[in-house]
């Protein structure tokens, strides 16, 4: 399982990675393997800001949809229009092009309630 140390988790299974004053969330390789093959990916937060746990969008999987949770506050800048066609990119590839959403963070200090690589995997390890 891919866990790596460049990202911020949260206990919900979403990762974020900063990259200048923007960011990257999507859900965990744990995740991904969990929910089984991805159908549908729904973001409907495009502009809206949200505080840190709030819904973002839902995933679909054969059986299910799952509720997708924002890591830190900010504002939904972008969503990964390739999902649309291609939502298996977040099974084939949950880190890179599997990405949701791309959010401008509010507040930096949000980043240090999250968890680093080593305390995502001792959670999912129980």
């Known amino acids: 399982m891919n ?3 460049n990202v911020k988790y949260t206990k919900d299974h979403e990762w974020i990675r900063q990259e200048g004053d923007i960011a990257y969330v999507g859900i965990t390789d744990y995740a ?17 800001t949200l505080a840190a746990g709030d819904t973002f969008g839902t995933i679909e999987v ?10 830190v506050s900010g504002e939904v800048l972008e969503q990964n229009e ?7 990119l977040v099974n084939q590839d949950p880190y890179g ?5 791309k959010i401008k963070p ?3 200090a949000d980043f ?5 690589a080593e305390a995502y995997k001792a959670l999912i390890n129980g």
Do not use: C
Not at 82 to 88: I, R, S, W
Not at 97 to 101: K, M, R, S
């Open 32 to 48: 991904q393997e969990q929910l089984g093959d991805i159908v549908f990916v729904d973001i409907q937060t495009e502009g809206e």
């Open 82 to 88: 390739a999902l649309a066609d291609q939502p298996e």
């Open 106 to 108: 509010a507040d930096d």
């Open 112 to 116: 240090d309630s999250l968890l680093d």
């Open 62 to 71: 054969v059986k299910t949809i799952s509720d997708l949770f924002i890591p």
């Open 97 to 101: 092009e599997g990405w949701l959403i």
């Open 3 to 5: 866990i790596p140390t």
